[in-house]
């Protein structure tokens, strides 16, 4: 592979880079790898999931209409114990790899790969995406809350930055390969490249500011990822986006601007939580005098028996579990017109969401925060469109319109990204 590079370096380095598209190239290399990556990432989280929880403790959490099952589902008797059992081992596995190989590849992973952009000077050592995307297929697919955004935005930055570092490039131009390979991997496992390429460019700062150099290769990269990537998908879900394709829900009556306002000061305490949560848990886990490697295990079984406890407080309803995995059933079933889960159920599954995804990733387990920003908001706004409903009903028709409200203003208020978490 550095043989590879090294000749490409020679071949390009007698043309003219900036009228021969440097970037077009650049950008299509690192599409090429995070679609790829994207690929093999969602097939080790669905095998470990089938071949963990699925056949040994007898759950097969939901999936959205968008995505691809590779397995059927299992619809066998839960075995909570198991459950708690696979879940540790999991997160024991987990960290034994990120704190033998690659330390950093701990946590969620943007955090990591914005810190490399900032203070690294754009590297990222190789190891880090191969570690990254096995670690967090096992926590996501033995039970540990997180989501795949984080886990494939670090492969799509690590191999950004393998490759601005084998063609010997210049520091600003390995920093902006490396935002365009995190935007490349959202682009693609999210299926929404324009969105992919914004959230590159966004997340990089605390504050509500863009890099603007990353916006277009990000783009270039996130629509090459996203071909990839939904070359690899049958056609009946190719182009289906993540919920189905029949979420319209029409405005009914001006008012209802008022009740998206008053969701908004809900969608900010929530997220003022979770925050303060995650990384009260993170300082925690921090203090604890244990072996690194060790403590990933520990909030694994933590998150695993929370769920199971508020599993047996909602009589074994099986969308309770939500609080595990990715959790995206629940969002499935509340965006729904036919159906949709109860008020105590949503607000519950929120709050706890927040504690079981805190003990996963804080921990030092690998796996993302926006899915169960996605969870923990989207339910939240599920539940206070239910309320609104019943308080209002001549001005509140679809109850789902809060759903999607309330995924996106969620994360975009607990990550200071508004303009890619609404796209």
């Known amino acids: 592979m550095i043989r590879l590079f090294q000749n490409i370096r020679k071949r390009l380095a007698a043309h003219d880079w900036q009228t021969h598209g440097k970037w077009v190239t650049l950008s299509l290399m690192v599409g090429v790898v995070a679609g790829l990556g994207a ?3 969602q097939v080790l989280t669905q095998l ?4 963990g929880i699925g056949m040994f403790a007898g759950y097969s959490p939901p999936e959205p209409l968008g995505e691809h099952n590779l397995f059927a589902p299992i619809t066998g008797p839960i075995n909570p114990l198991i459950l708690v059992v696979i879940a540790t081992v999991g997160g024991l596995i987990s960290g034994v790899l990120v704190f033998w190989f690659a330390p950093e590849a701990e946590g969620h992973g943007t955090d990591a790969a914005i810190d490399a952009f900032h203070n690294w000077r754009g590297e990222i050592r190789w190891r880090t995406p191969l570690i990254k995307t096995i670690t967090s297929a096992i926590t996501i697919g033995t039970g540990g809350s997180g989501g795949r955004e984080g886990p494939i935005a670090q492969i799509g930055a690590g191999f ?3 490759v601005g570092h084998v063609l010997k490039l210049s520091v600003r131009d390995r920093r902006i390969l490396l935002a365009a ?8 496992i999210f299926r929404a490249p324009l969105a992919g390429a914004l959230f590159a460019a966004e997340i990089l700062y605390s504050d509500p500011e863009f890099e603007s150099d990353v916006i277009v290769p990000a783009a270039m990269s996130s629509i090459i990822s996203y071909t990839v990537y939904t070359l690899s998908l049958p056609t009946e879900v ?3 986006p993540l919920f189905g394709s029949s979420l319209n829900f029409p405005i009914q009556s001006p008012l209802e601007f008022l009740l998206y306002g008053m969701l908004a000061f809900v969608l900010v305490a929530v997220a003022v939580l979770y925050i303060r949560v995650f990384y009260g848990v993170q300082k925690w886990f921090h203090w604890i005098p244990l072996p690194r490697h060790v403590k990933p295990a520990i909030g ?3 998150a695993a028996l929370l769920g199971v406890g508020i599993w047996f407080v909602f009589d074994k309803n099986n969308l309770a579990l939500s609080v595990l995995s990715t959790g995206y059933g629940v969002l499935q079933m509340s965006l729904s017109r036919e159906f949709s889960p109860s008020v105590v159920l949503l607000l519950s599954v929120a709050i706890v969401k927040i504690f079981t995804t805190s003990l996963t990733i804080s921990s030092g387990g690998s796996g993302g925060v926006f899915g169960p920003s996605m969870v923990i908001g989207g339910c939240t706004g599920a539940a206070f469109g239910k309320v ?3 308080w209002f009903p001549s ?3 679809h109850p789902q319109a809060f759903v999607i409200v309330g995924m996106a203003g969620f994360f975009a208020g607990a990550a200071h990204a508004p303009i890619s978490t609404i796209i």
């Open 39 to 41: 690929i093999l990432f």
């Open 48 to 51: 470990v999931m089938h071949f």
């Open 160 to 162: 950004g930055s393998f």
């Open 181 to 188: 390979g995190m935007g490349a991997g959202v682009g693609a």
């Open 238 to 240: 190719r182009f289906t």
């Open 300 to 302: 694994a079984a933590g």
């Open 388 to 390: 609104a409903q019943v």
């Open 395 to 397: 001005v509140v028709e």
